[in-house]
């Protein structure tokens, strides 16, 4: 049924109470738009050093949250100069500015995210693909870019579109040989890489209830790549005891739908009919049954990592491992998801299985997951406990990589080929989890402080750590040449290309644009810079992936105007307009057809268009004519208009701080500014009437930096 507005008849979901306590007043836009009141924001290395520059051209001295966290996770291995001085740079800045920041090695972001500060009913904004998992501990948990996480730096609200809230059913258990992962898959091959886009899923059930908040955390990771908006699952008894065993039993608070709750749509599944699974080469949600291609030929398995690095993952991976060996074709290694984490399993002995049958052990850290390090062979197959296997992911385009659970990994592992652990009838106990995890991380730089007095610490900066670029207001005529012509499913890994020379250069937006789609098309930036700029010309999900907003930026830098395509993936479509670039989706897709590079596209009137929600028809020099739909709507426009959400949240923190001494001059009782000075009063009106005394002549307050003093 379609949502309504407003909250609709009958009980409640955990989200719309969630939504309804952080809904700031009069935060509703004509789009149908919320804006939220943020917690907790995080962010990690690669997107941390532009929201550094962000925070700083807003003018923020310090952090306006309960919250803000930077994990350095990616470029953990400090390769070259630019990384560890990245590291530096971001350890000395955000210190302060009121962001606590966790050292490389720590672990993965969301992973850590989770177990030290997520709690129920906040609302969270995090500049990472997998934010959305930390819904395991019932927190409405947002990915963004890193503006956004900027701007709630600076106290701006958090605005999303009033979203779908779907609540998906759980019952019954999970067979023999079936897991938390293998029914993130099941959903993921049910929703695909775009069905979850502007919905909330919600969880419920006994088969819900029965996960753990590990579980509850792979599923989340897993289901982010739908483009999902959030997953939530309820604060209940198994949160509680999660939060307990992290020494955070404060934060607790139980938080659950109301038993009538109304949804807009519900996915009712029996957790005993999910049957191991694998994502084939390379989509997440290529998913097929483990039985369909038992057999296949493995040469590396990556276990642990993001969505399967907790304690009791590497308890069953232990367990399994245990007085075994892996043959000597395959390579296998263990990602821990935490530092904390490692520490608890090497006290209780669990790593030791792992070593004796021949796994290496990473530090926690991304690694594999985004190329850096562990790049397969050519022409060899990877099988990982990760939660995407897209094209050139890895590192090495010419390699398959597989997505499966732990379990079927690790008997994978040992047998050199894939196999079905529906078969095997492995049994494998429940793991006996600690009473009580590492309270403190040694490698936690809490933000510089001295009681209320800030201690000054000098940031430090490097030779590869450049500015952000200035981007002029949306213009109203756009013209330009078809630079390049991409098929379907472009990924940000793609336009932007992953590993570790990309990843260096985060910081430096002037080099990382000489790197824009230099795999798919080589000659791309120098066509780019030879027209001065042009337009991108796209097939189906254009930016699907990772939120890589450095994708769009660095897009943008090269002078491109406009992406025409089919259809684009949520967070680069939206890192495109906070960029300022317009993605305009063709009206008839069959137009993709008649267009070739190196035609020129002209539309004009394109400010009043995009105010007025009208379409834009693009003329090309051959006599076409393209009609185009602009994937912008409510707040976007102004923010494209502006040129990109920078300019717009400079324009917005203008006007609040305008505000705010207008509210000061009117306390103090001086006259008011712009709409609230009051109406001129007749001298008529001023006379006293007949019969009563003159009104005493209030005394006026003049205020100086010094003193007061009345006259």
Known sequence: MARQEGWR??????????????????????????????????????????????????????????????????NIVQASFETSDDHRYLRTFLRGRGITVYKAGSGIASRVHLERCARPGAVIVGADSYAAACGAVGALSLSGGSIDVAAAVAGMPYFLERPQVVAVELSGRFRTGVSAFDLGLHLLRLLTVRGGEGRILEFRGKGAAALTVTERFTVGQILAESEVLAVLFPADERVSAFLKRWG???????????????YDDTIRIDLSKVEPLVACPHSPDHVVPVRDVAGTRVDQVCLGGGACGGYQDLASISALLRGKKVPEHVEVVYVPASRAVLAAAIQSGLCAPLFNAGVRFLEPGCGPSIGLGLVPATASHSLRTFSRNTERRSGNPDSRTYLASPLTASLSALAGELVDPGRMRVRIGSAHLPNRFPAIDPLRCEPVHHGRKREEEPVQEGPNIRGLPDFEAYPDRIAGEILTRLGDRVTTDQILPGGFETLRLRSNLP?????????????????????????????????????????????????????????????????????????????????????RRGETLEGIFVRDRLREGERIVLISNM????????????????????????NYVRAFSAGKEKTGKTRKREAKGKKAMGKSRKPKI?????????????????????VTKKRSRKR
């Open 511 to 595: 080099e990382l644009a000489n790197r824009v789609l230099s795999d798919a098309d080589p000659f791309f930036v120098r066509r780019a810079k030879e027209r001065g700029g042009g337009i991108i010309l796209a097939g189906e999900n254009y930016g699907l992936g990772a939120p890589r907003e450095h994708a769009a930026l660095a897009t943008r830098m090269l002078g491109v105007v406009a992406v025409v395509a089919k259809s684009f993936g949520r967070f680069h479509r939206k890192n495109l307009v906070h960029s300022g670039v317009l993605p305009l989706r063709l009206a008839r897709p069959e137009d993709y057809e008649i267009l």
């Open 248 to 262: 955070r039993s404060r934060d607790f608070r139980s938080i659950k739908p109301d038993k009538n709750a109304s």
């Open 9 to 74: 008849q009958g009980g409640r979901t955990l989200a719309d109470k969630i939504l309804e306590m952080h809904k700031r007043e009069a935060s509703e836009g004509d789009a149908g738009e919320i804006g939220l009141r943020v917690d907790q924001a995080f962010l990690h290395d690669a997107t941390g050093t532009v929201a550094c520059r962000q925070i700083e051209s807003m003018g923020v001295s310090w952090s306006a949250l309960d919250t803000a966290v930077c994990y350095i996770d990616h």
């Open 682 to 702: 007749s001298k008529a009106a001023e006379k006293p009437k007949e019969g009563k005394k003159n009104p005493r002549k209030k005394k006026t307050i003049i």
């Open 623 to 646: 006599g076409k004519r393209i009609e185009t739909i602009p994937e912008v709507k409510g707040r976007e426009i102004e923010i494209l208009l502006a040129g990109g959400y920078l």
